[in-house]
């Protein structure tokens, strides 16, 4: 299978999209994977941004997002998905690319999830009008939440780079017989 092949790319396009919509259903089924699962899914868009580009890779997201707001039951996992899970792999990649120097990389990638964190629950309370999260948001728990995914932002960052690892010196000579 070559990678400039068209259907080849088509078809990684479809296979990454639909593996990354089927994870972000199974939040019905594992409904304590409010984090895990969107997670997941962003990473399966990984290939794309890889393979054929980070500009196909916002397409698929575009698509996974839209069709993820339209059909999920659970829209927090759904807003974790658009307003961070989905792009944050593909934008990990063109962060790493042209920022050179480690400082300024991380306290970009901090100042995004924090940004995007915040304004994810903003959005989750006050338009879609979910306000049984903000009871829970409560009496400082909403902070103590936002610490806890500062404390986990750097595993999360270390495991998308040894998947990335991972994915080029195994699975990709499996996908790609050159």
Known sequence: MRRNNQSTRVALGGISAALSLTLLLLSSL?????????????????PIGIEIGLSAGALSYGAVALLGLLILPDRE?????????????????????????????????????NVTMIGCY?????LLGMGQIAEELENGFGAL??????????????????????YHSRVRKLLFKD
């Open 77 to 113: 996992v759904s807003m974790l998905f658009i307003t961070f899970f989905g792009y944050y792999p593909l934008l990990k990649l063109r962060i790493d690319r042209t920022l050179r120097h480690r400082f300024p990389r991380v306290l970009l990638k901090f100042g995004i999830f």
């Open 122 to 126: 903003w959005a989750v309370i006050r």
């Open 30 to 46: 594992i409904p304590f994977a409010t984090y895990a699962v969107p997670a997941m899914a962003g990473i399966a868009l990984l």
């Open 145 to 166: 939440l936002l610490l806890i995914g500062n404390l986990s932002f750097p595993v999360y960052e270390l495991a998308l780079r040894n998947i990335m690892l991972v």
